[in-house]
């Protein structure tokens, strides 16, 4: 086209159909555009282009016309633009080369295998079609001595109907990899209110963009309730629902709307149910533990196919929540009562076993420990004195003073809680091993069984010590009275740095509000 005798400039064509549409004509203007760049440095290559294609439509899409005059202007729009269908280049633009190299970065640097290119020249001797076919990454080759309506029409289709076909298998490799990662995600959700976190998250994220095709990451609005449909609380939400997570539905503005929806959607036992402004979507577990989501927009905005499968992962993933919460509650009664039965045996203060866990995992949570192990904590220092099964009663509920001899076969409760222990695969049991024998160790390694010192000491056994040691003082037992909670904190104070890790002891009293709201709570009227 370069070496033609025609000129063309922007004021010999009618750009009329480039200026909106007014009345009846705009009805039918396309809503949804496919993206096409034109690279060229000729300006009527892109007025002719355009004029040619001005009634172009492809499946009920028109055309949105991107311009640029060199190969460096090409990539500036293509950085700002990851959603272009199809390229027409031109090859000879600012280097003889410059649209082959442009090929090279779209597919090689960017990355960006769908976008279709046509490319399109005028001096063939610098790019031979059967060289380039062969070479470069392209999809269309034409000479612009053939730029006619038909044969443009013809390259558009084709390419087109191949970026369409090629978009769509992206879409489901990116759906199916959405789906393995949030079935993944469910099932390490450890606390209920994380799990619908999660579930919210994932379902108001499967919105389709109509322009690209490619799931939004936008967050959506939606909410999870529980109990009673007429009386149930929001228990996890997102967007504008956030606000009123802990409320009853009744409470959400436009509530009898909402309230009429979900009833009757609820009553058709359905599991996904449509209505004009959302979704419902209803589960039960095998232990019939049932719970309600609403998803807020039309039903055309999401994916509804990709959710059905999601929910299918969902349902399972909720089974084993629930299976494996009720598990893991047994675990823990278990736990709890073991501690309660040595603590009884051995005559201690009421809930000293639970107020020791609740304190320490308090304490934890101050040294800034993941919830996890905070949990870890909570349970494994329940059992602290488990060793105490294996001393006889005459000397465990002795009230007098202890013998030498009688006060080295108490120190034996630390070996014996560790053998307990020590033996099992489970995370608790093994921490709970490492409180046993050693929360009796000394931070000036005068301590027992092994007379360690300083940070040698584990650390859960540092912090059980502290907590234990305050607990019994400030409680009555068979040896002794209760000391009052003043004596109790100085006496922690006096021992930071001998009996106590100096810096637990300051977490302790850094935090003395939430151990005092802990014993107040477990105290049964002893000591305080």
């Known amino acids: 086209m370069a070496d033609s005798e025609v000129t063309l400039n922007e004021s010999d064509f009618d750009l009329d159909f480039l200026r909106e549409e007014d009345g009846e004509n705009k009805k039918n203007l396309p809503t949804k555009f496919y993206k096409v760049l034109i690279v060229d440095d000729e300006v009527e290559m892109h007025l002719a282009t355009k004029l040619m294609l001005r009634d172009f439509l492809f499946e009920d899409r028109g055309l949105e016309f991107l311009d640029a005059y060199t190969a460096r202007e090409a990539k500036e729009i293509l950085y700002e ?77 084709q390419a087109l109907r191949s970026y369409r076909d090629l978009k769509q298998i992206e879409k489901n490799r990116q759906n199916l ?23 919210l ?99 055309s905005d999401y994916d509804m196919e990709l959710i059905k499968v999601f929910l299918v992962n969902y349902s399972l993933a909720l089974d084993n929540y629930s299976v494996s919460h009720q598990i893991a509650s047994t675990q823990k009664e278990m736990i709890f009562t073991l501690g309660e039965i040595i603590e009884k045996r051995s005559d201690e203060a009421v809930y000293h076993v639970r107020r020791v866990a609740e304190i320490a995992h308090a304490l934890a949570q101050a040294l800034g420990m993941p919830p996890e192990e905070c949990e870890v904590v909570r349970l494994a220092s329940t059992m602290h004195d488990v060793g105490k099964i294996g001393i006889s009663d005459s000397i465990l509920k002795k009230p007098g003073k202890l013998t030498e001899a009688e006060f080295e076969v108490i120190k034996t409760h630390a070996e014996i809680g560790y053998e307990i222990f020590r033996g099992s695969d489970m995370t608790v049991m093994g921490k709970a091993a490492v409180i046993c024998r050693y929360h009796h160790e000394r931070f000036d390694g005068k301590g027992y069984p092994e007379g360690l010192k300083g940070e040698e000491i584990p650390l859960l056994a540092r912090l059980v010590a502290v907590v234990d040691v305050f607990d019994a003082l400030t ?43 802990v014993m107040e709570s477990l105290s049964e009227g002893q000591g305080i």
């Open 475 to 517: 409680h009555k037992r068979c040896y002794k009275e209760h000391w009052s909670v003043e004596a109790a904190k100085q006496y922690l104070i006096d021992e930071s740095g001998g009996q106590f890790d100096p810096g637990i002891v300051k977490v302790f009293m850094d935090n003395f509000a939430l151990v005092t709201s």
């Open 177 to 199: 990899e959405k789906i393995v990662k949030s079935s993944s995600e469910l099932f390490t959700q450890g606390t209920i209110q994380e799990f619908y976190d999660c579930i």
């Open 81 to 157: 633009h990851d959603d272009i269908a199809l390229i027409m280049l031109d090859v000879v633009m600012e280097e003889p080369d410059a649209g082959l190299k442009l090929v090279g970065y779209i597919r090689s640097v960017l990355g960006n295998k769908l976008v279709r290119i046509i490319l399109r020249t005028g001096q063939p001797g610098e790019a031979p079609e059967g060289k380039v076919i062969i070479n470069y990454d392209i999809n269309d080759y034409r000479l612009k001595t053939e730029l006619t309506v038909q044969r443009l029409y013809t390259s558009m289709y």
């Open 201 to 299: 998250d994932e379902l108001t994220s499967f919105r389709e963009d109509g322009s690209s095709l490619y799931l939004r990451e936008k967050e959506g609005d939606g909410f999870v309730c529980s109990g009673a449909v007429t009386g149930g609380h929001i228990i996890a939400a997102t967007g504008r629902f956030k606000d009123y997570i802990g409320t009853d539905l009744a409470e959400i503005p436009g509530a009898e709307d909402l309230l009429d929806f979900i009833c009757q959607a609820h009553k058709t036992g359905e599991e996904i149910v449509y209505g004009e402004k959302g979704f419902y979507i209803c589960n039960k577990t095998l232990n019939n533990m049932r719970n309600m989501i609403y998803i807020e927009g039309k039903s």
